[in-house]
């Protein structure tokens, strides 16, 4: 194995390009991470088809469409860091083109769940929005549970732009939560030296990438819409429209959203660390030991 | 705050399981290798849908102004009695500007439209050579098939006519040259047009580099994935913090100097920049003589020159 040969090329990149090289890496691993965004995304789906059931049923005009289709975006929006966590480790084993087993891959989840649920959960608040979602009733509007929503959800949003890697520093770094010495490196401290000075930055790309998500969800909803229309003969808009297809359009978009953010990630390490160069040197490293050897 | 090592770690060096589905298939990246029938070989980059995006909406706002900009002529001529010829007359307008605007400019402009000229985009066939006027009106009609399906007006009424592109999307990802329908049809390729990359030597100004390396052995040869880490490492490590140059440079150096016989304590820095200074820049004369060392072209090929084993 050489370890300067990995399955993405190892280079510096544009923004834009980072979203073009999604679709390749989309298209060499279509099946596995389809399957690792199933097995993420079932029990959020389950969830929140439960937890806002509500809406739409008691009543189906346009102020509950609307509600509908915001609260469902704001759940998955919270929800996304927690769904995409097993496509985040198949992309970090097969960077290095290792073969990614599934139950490895659990394995490797289970590693980090602890730390996973305390940031993501805890400390940026997810456990709550899914508390306030469970228990809201949500024909009574203006409710505390719906305030607690919108305050996390804008919390989270600042957290992820000016932080939004710390999926993968949990998940592929793997540093203790808590230190072990005064200078040890533990989760926390290396999320803050990746991204400093990096928040600008990381805030504007943030943006960038919910506008493109967004026209992409919307793309893909029309677009199950008009496959629905011409194969079900179904051209009425009704709750199936947002149940069904509304979501589905959502966890798509964040499919491809997070092979970008992978992407970003690598791209952000490069910048930051020179890992190109460590890469290179490593297999030059590697080179002179087994020539030396003979 | 020291930097930590890179951790999406690299597996150990005797992991014994590399993909064997795929072992051989190349990188993931958005470069090709064209080699022309003249066996000359070309290196581009070539553009997807995301990096094409702003030249389109650059090229969609034109065509705009210039819609709006006949319109006005139109009713400015209204008022002289010549409505009708002035209707038939914009009719046409639209149609050309509809379904020719990116033929006609990629034709005389060489692969360009104004969009693409500002975004510094250029398109070309497949094999690298300029388009012609069928190729360049082809990918454009086209475009119409790569545009669909179109929003349904049901749904967001204003909609009805926007195209949502999933055709040309799902071709372009499907491609390794990110090509649409169009694309496909007419042979071509949208590349970024290349920067002008100026690549020179870096000069090592740490005395204790350049003395350490007179220390190096002359007969201690120097390949060309060795001198291109080295390259690599001289250009980037002003830009790292010196705790995660010493780790970088750990892993070379190291061996290194167990093969050069230099002493443990070696600065791992020291030492890379010492062996970059004298693969790169000090001849070996001056080595030998102690005289000032000369710069010599980096641009020319690496398997040059003496010192490389190829």
Same mark, same amino acid.
């Given at each position: 194995m050489f370890i300067d040969q990995t399955e993405i090329s190892i280079r510096e990149r544009g923004k834009r390009e980072l979203f073009d090289l999604a679709l390749h890496v989309a298209r060499r691993h279509f099946a596995p991470l389809c399957t690792a965004l199933l097995l993420g995304v079932a029990p959020f789906v389950?969830?929140?088809?439960?937890?806002?059931?509500? &809406?739409?049923?008691?009543?189906?005009?346009?102020?509950?469409?609307?509600?509908?289709?915001?609260?469902?975006t704001l759940l998955v929006f919270i929800q996304t860091p927690l769904a995409t966590s097993l496509m985040t480790i198949y992309l970090g084993q097969v960077l290095f083109r290792t073969q990614a087993m599934p139950r490895q891959l659990v394995r490797e989840l289970?590693?980090?769940?602890?730390?996973l649920l305390w940031y993501q959960g805890v400390v940026r608040g997810g456990f709550f929005v899914l508390l306030a979602a469970a228990f809201n009733d949500w024909n009574d509007r203006n409710t505390f549970a719906e305030f607690v929503i919108w305050s996390v959800a804008l919390w989270a949003l600042v957290a992820r732009g000016v932080r939004p890697y710390l999926n993968e520093v949990i998940l592929l770094e793997r540093n203790p939560r808590r230190p072990t010495g005064a200078t040890a490196m533990t989760t926390a401290r290396r999320n803050a030296a990746l991204h400093a000075g990096f928040g600008g930055d990381s805030f504007v790309q943030l943006i960038g990438a919910g506008i493109l998500g967004s026209m992409a969800a919307l793309s893909i909803w029309l677009t199950l819409c008009y496959l629905r229309a011409e194969f079900f003969n179904a051209i009425q808009t009704d709750r199936a429209t947002l149940t069904v297809l509304l979501p589905i359009a959502l966890w798509l978009a964040v499919w491809f959203l997070a092979i970008v953010r992978f992407l970003g990630y690598l791209d952000l390490r490069i910048r930051r660390e020179g890992w190109e160069v460590e890469?290179? &040197?490593?297999?030059?490293? %590697?080179?002179? %030991?087994?020539s030396t050897a003979y | 705050? !020291?930097? @930590?090592?890179?951790?999406?770690? !690299? /597996?150990? *060096?005797? !992991? /014994?399981? =590399?993909?064997?589905?795929?072992?051989?298939? =190349?990188?993931?990246?958005?470069? +090709?290798?064209?080699?022309? =029938?003249?066996?000359?070989? #070309?290196?581009?980059?070539?553009?997807? @849908?995301?990096?094409?995006? /702003?030249?389109?909406? +650059?090229?969609?706002?034109?065509?705009?102004?210039i819609a709006v900009l006949m319109s006005l002529a139109l009713l400015a001529v209204s008022g002289i009695g010549i409505f009708d010829f002035g209707m038939g007359f914009l009719a046409i307008g639209f149609f050309v500007l509809t379904h020719f605007y990116g033929g006609l400019f990629e034709t005389f402009w060489n692969g360009q439209t104004p969009g693409k000229r500002i975004i510094?985009?250029?398109?070309?066939?497949?094999?690298?050579? @300029?388009?012609?006027?069928?190729?360049?009106? *082809?990918?454009?009609?086209?475009?119409?098939?790569?545009?669909? =399906?179109? !929003? #349904?007006? #049901? +749904?967001? @009424?204003? *909609?009805? *006519?926007?195209?949502l592109y999933w055709v040309g999307l799902i071709s372009m990802a499907l491609t390794d040259r990110y090509q649409r329908l169009g694309d496909l049809a007419a042979g071509t390729m949208v590349v970024v047009e290349r920067r002008a990359w100026l690549h020179g030597v870096v000069k090592i100004t740490d005395s204790a580099a350049l003395a350490l390396a007179t220390e190096i052995p002359v007969d201690f040869e120097v390949t060309r994935s060795l001198g291109k880490a080295l390259s690599m490492y001289a250009e980037r490590r002003l830009a790292l913090s010196p705790l995660r140059r010493a780790e970088v440079a750990r892993h070379l150096a190291v061996p290194l100097s167990a093969r050069l016989r230099l002493p443990p304590s070696t600065n791992y820095d020291t030492l890379l920049c010492a062996l970059y200074h004298r693969t790169f820049v000090a001849t070996e004369t001056d080595q030998r003589t102690g005289e000032p060392a000369e710069f010599q072209d980096l641009n020319r090929p690496i398997t040059e020159g003496p010192r490389f084993r190829v």
């Open positions: 389950a969830f929140n088809a439960w937890a806002l059931s509500d &809406i739409p049923s008691d009543r189906y005009d346009g102020d509950s469409r609307f509600q509908y289709v915001t609260y469902m289970a590693r980090s769940a602890a730390q890469l290179s &040197i490593r297999a030059e490293a %590697a080179a002179l %030991a087994r | 705050m !020291a930097t @930590p090592s890179p951790t999406i770690e !690299a /597996p150990r *060096l005797n !992991a /014994p399981s =590399p993909d064997s589905r795929r072992p051989d298939a =190349p990188s993931i990246d958005g470069q +090709i290798n064209v080699v022309t =029938p003249e066996n000359v070989a #070309f290196h581009y980059e070539v553009a997807g @849908p995301f990096r094409r995006l /702003p030249a389109y909406l +650059i090229d969609v706002a034109i065509r705009v102004l510094g985009l250029r398109v070309l066939t497949v094999d690298g050579r @300029p388009i012609n006027a069928l190729q360049a009106v *082809l990918r454009n009609i086209l475009r119409d098939v790569d545009t669909m =399906p179109y !929003a #349904f007006g #049901f +749904i967001v @009424p204003d *909609l009805q *006519l926007v195209g």
